[in-house]
């Protein structure tokens, strides 16, 4: 139980593209998504916290109009990087929490995907 | 504000032998505390939690870590690593408020046959 899907795994763009990566939970619902940013040999950095219905809180330091999150479902939520540059270049995973970001919640973490942009 | 110190990015180890992790925290506020294992290109997958009940806190796959608060430590522990246990792990802390959850800068194990 408490599968988190990502999709795509791997995606390689040009520079100035959008990409987008799809987050979902496949046997709970999500009521809180959070996007992690993950460079080479270090650990992750939290982007941004969904809630199901509302805006995303994004961490400091964080473009929320170049890192645009959408978290329409219970079950889904997507990052879409906008107009991407070779410094977006990155590993990218999201998890998921059952409960409304409770200090003691599980985060369910999906399997990440791949960013290299050319 | 949180924050968490893991002690050795590289640990080796021989098959059979004992693991052990360090993971030192700071927190202003009772933490909740969490190790994670992350295979190459995978995602992060729970090893075991402590949320204030048991110091002694059991997880999948053998591993167990102790919460010592007089130490501000949750070390990470495996009687005999398999060569299966290789991967990275992170500790990471939470509490009071914040949800949100600090994670540490990893610790890589290799396990030597």
């Known amino acids: 139980g408490a599968v988190v899907s990502q999709h795509p795994s791997w995606v390689i763009c040009k520079s100035g593209t959008s990409v987008k990566i799809e987050c979902r939970s496949l046997d709970f619902q999500a009521t809180t998504m959070f996007w992690y940013r993950q460079f080479p040999k270090q650990s992750l950095m939290l982007m941004a916290t969904?809630?199901?219905?509302?805006?995303?809180?994004?961490e400091q330091g964080v473009e929320k109009d170049k890192f645009l999150i959408n978290h329409a479902s219970l079950t889904l939520s997507t990052l879409t990087v906008t107009s991407a540059h070779p410094e977006d270049s990155s590993f990218y995973i999201c998890s998921a929490s059952m409960n409304q970001g409770s200090t003691t919640d599980t985060q369910y973490f999906g399997p990440g995907t791949r960013l290299t942009v050319l | 504000a949180q924050s968490v110190t893991q002690l050795g990015s590289h640990v080796s180890v021989s098959e059979g032998a004992l693991v052990l992790l360090r993971c030192n925290y700071s927190s202003s506020v009772p933490p909740y505390l969490f190790w994670y294992v992350q295979y190459p290109n995978q995602g992060l997958q729970l090893l075991l939690k402590y949320t204030s009940a048991a110091t002694l806190v059991k997880g999948i796959n053998g591993f167990e870590a102790e919460f010592k608060k007089s130490e501000t430590s949750f070390h990470l522990t495996k009687p005999s690593a398999h060569m299966s246990d290789a991967a990275e792990y992170f500790c990471a802390v939470s509490g009071g408020s914040n949800y949100k959850l600090t994670f540490g800068k990893g610790t890589l194990l290799t396990v030597n046959p």
């Open positions: 969904s809630n199901e219905g509302s805006k995303a809180t994004y």
